[in-house]
């Protein structure tokens, strides 16, 4: 169960960090790069998740598999999941409310300059 927590944390939290990056200028090529290393990394959790919802003779198999030899593997992998992508959504917020922050910052600090040069 304690890896199926950290597989679905880890593999869902690093590739949604580094779609994070899309947001910075670059070229297309570094994106399609950053998006296609973003999906790899995050297989492990879609196939999981693939499994645990397919209804395909193939899907049940490995289902069945799952739970003789990987008890609550796939229940602690969603579970991971979650757990990451609120852990992504926190730590989203402060990058974005840093960017603010430093831009309403130098804002004010001009606002200042420009009161002191009037007095």
Same mark, same amino acid.
């Given at each position: 169960? /304690?890896?199926? /927590?950290?597989?679905?944390?880890?593999?869902?939290?690093?590739?949604?960090?580094? $779609?994070?990056? $899309?947001?910075?200028?670059?070229?297309?090529?570094?994106? +399609?790069?950053? +998006?296609? +290393?973003?999906?790899?990394?995050?297989?492990?959790? $879609?196939?999981?998740? =693939?499994?645990?919802?397919? @209804?395909?003779?193939? &899907?049940? @198999?490995?289902? *069945?598999?799952?739970?003789?030899? @990987?008890?609550?593997?796939?229940?602690?992998?969603? =579970?991971?999941?979650?757990?990451?992508?609120? @852990?992504?959504?926190? =730590?989203? =917020?402060?990058?974005?409310? *840093?960017?603010? &922050?430093?831009?309403?910052?130098?804002?004010?600090?001009?606002?200042?300059?420009?009161?002191?040069?009037?007095?």
């Amino acid at each position: 169960m /304690l890896v199926g /927590l950290i597989v679905g944390f880890c593999f869902t939290l690093v590739p949604l960090m580094m $779609l994070l990056l $899309l947001m910075y200028r670059s070229p297309v090529w570094v994106k +399609v790069v950053i +998006v296609v +290393v973003a999906v790899f990394l995050a297989a492990p959790n $879609l196939l999981t998740l =693939w499994i645990e919802l397919g @209804a395909s003779g193939a &899907t049940h @198999a490995a289902d *069945r598999i799952l739970d003789t030899e @990987a008890f609550s593997f796939g229940g602690a992998s969603i =579970w991971g999941a979650v757990i990451g992508g609120i @852990a992504f959504l926190f =730590w989203a =917020w402060l990058f974005v409310s *840093r960017r603010f &922050t430093k831009r309403r910052l130098a804002t004010l600090k001009s606002e200042a300059a420009e009161s002191s040069r009037a007095v």
